[in-house]
């Protein structure tokens, strides 16, 4: 068991680290966000073009990436939304019976899916043709625009980093309810 348990610590720490990325892309999203107002504004007001397309792109993938980082460090911490009215007064043994089942069934189920459901179209987006070689990669409509194929594979990161956390938190449960944490 302390085997698992080391396992799952180390699990714990890339997720933390992760989670501290996460709060990263809100700075930076804000900081792109407010540099499209004021380049914006400035521009039409000496009428030079100071944004692009580039930008608006940069800080919806920061967005994104904000949750797909995060996705893992919610789970680990508990910060998800859950109805508390019965489970907070539960023992800890049985809290880690409930999340035990729940994290076994469901949550490993969703990841799976999600990895196998999101696989497929990230592969279309690096370019992947019909007959299995590569052509070029999606990019953006708009001009100026980023590829889509790098923050399309995030959701392969975030699916599977909620799967490994899912398993450091059933490995967690496993030591509660054996007396072992």
Known sequence: MQTL???SQAIDKITDRLGQA?????????????YNV???YLGR??????????????????????????????LKHGLNVRVDFLYT???????????LIGH???LTAFCIIGLYVTTHPVLQS????????FGT???????DGLPRAPIKSMMLVAFGMLFLQTISEIIKNIAIIKGES
């Open 38 to 40: 004021v380049a914006r």
């Open 22 to 34: 996460s709060a990263f892309c809100v700075v930076l999203t804000i900081a792109i966000g407010f």
């Open 126 to 133: 690096w370019g992947q043709l019909p007959d299995g070689t």
């Open 5 to 7: 348990l080391k396992f």
């Open 104 to 106: 076994t069934l469901f």
């Open 137 to 143: 990669w999606e990019l953006s409509p708009d001009p």
């Open 45 to 74: 007001f000496i009428g030079v073009k100071l944004t692009s397309n580039l930008f608006i792109e940069l800080q919806w993938y920061l967005f994104s990436l904000t949750f797909l980082l995060g996705f893992s460090y919610v």
């Open 89 to 99: 007064n539960w023992s800890a043994k049985t809290k880690a019976w409930v999340d």
